[in-house]
Antibody, heavy 120, light 112 residues
Framework: EVQLVQSGTEVKKPGESLKISCKAS????????IGWVRQRPGKGLEWMGI????????RYSPSFQGHVTVSVDNSNRTAFLQWSGLQASDSAIYYC?????????????WGHGTLVTVSS | QSVLTQPPSVSAAPGQTVTISCSGS????????VSWYQQFPGAAPKLLIY???KRPSGIPDRFSGSKSGTSATLAITGLQTGDEADYYC?????????????FGGGTHLTVL
């Protein structure tokens, strides 16, 4: 069974850095694109970026390019989402999600979400 | 502002049929597969439809998808109160250099 287990709730101040994680199990980790989806309070879903673990190739949505970093640790089957300087507008739930077959495919598995609150 | 346009809300009575539209362009829906997701408050999204009209195992056949040109539609027949949720369409875009995918703005379904 495919499982994506995400790290816990974070409360941070503006300007702080943060790295949240998503540990995968139940499949060959390095052969599927995995990435992050943002959902701000009361708002819709937004793809942020994806990574192909086998070669650490990353692709970002234009809105998030340069603002976050998506990475993986293949030895620990874990994907990461990282900020170097959080803003209040980064407050959201972040879902880790796995893409089934790459480009033009579905998002077949989801983590439970990590709540990030950024407030002074 | 999403490149895929969905109505913010739809409503219907139990037992009726409701459709949710998702409008895009030649570079996304017009060229590529569409998926649909259901999301309840406080929960992660769940895949309902993929490759325009296929259902994952466990999804009732009350849920169906279709695509025509640059628009896609999710239909739910025999509405139940438990179907009240947010629904999102998703596809990719050939102008985004291989990904990631894009979502519609979401549609809240109210079952009256």
């Amino acid at each position: 069974e495919v499982q994506l287990v995400q790290s816990g709730t974070e409360v941070k101040k503006p300007g702080e850095s943060l790295k949240i994680s998503c540990k995968a199990s139940g499949y060959t980790f390095n052969r599927y694109w995995i990435g992050w989806v943002r959902q701000r309070p009361g708002k819709g879903l937004e793809w942020m970026g994806i990574v192909y673990p086998e070669i650490s190739e990353t692709r970002y949505s234009p809105s998030f390019q340069g603002h976050v970093t998506v990475s993986v640790d293949n030895s620990n089957r874990t994907a990461f989402l990282q900020w170097s300087g959080l803003q209040a507008s980064d407050s959201a739930i972040y879902y880790c999600a796995r893409v089934e077959d790459g480009f033009n495919s579905r998002t077949s598995h989801w983590g439970h979400g990590t709540l990030v609150t950024v407030s002074s | 502002q999403s490149v895929l346009t969905q109505p913010p809300s739809v409503s219907a009575a139990p037992g009726q049929t409701v459709t949710i539209s998702c409008s895009g362009s030649d570079s996304n829906i017009g060229a590529l597969f569409v998926s649909w997701y259901q999301q309840f408050p406080g929960a992660a999204p769940k895949l309902l439809i993929y490759e325009n009209n296929k259902r994952p195992s466990g999804i009732p056949d009350r849920f169906s998808g279709s695509k025509s040109g640059t628009s896609a539609t999710l239909a739910i027949t025999g509405l139940q109160t438990g179907d009240e949720a947010d629904y999102y369409c998703e596809t990719w875009d050939t102008s985004l250099r291989g990904g990631p995918a894009v979502f519609g703005g979401g549609t809240h379904l109210t079952v009256l």
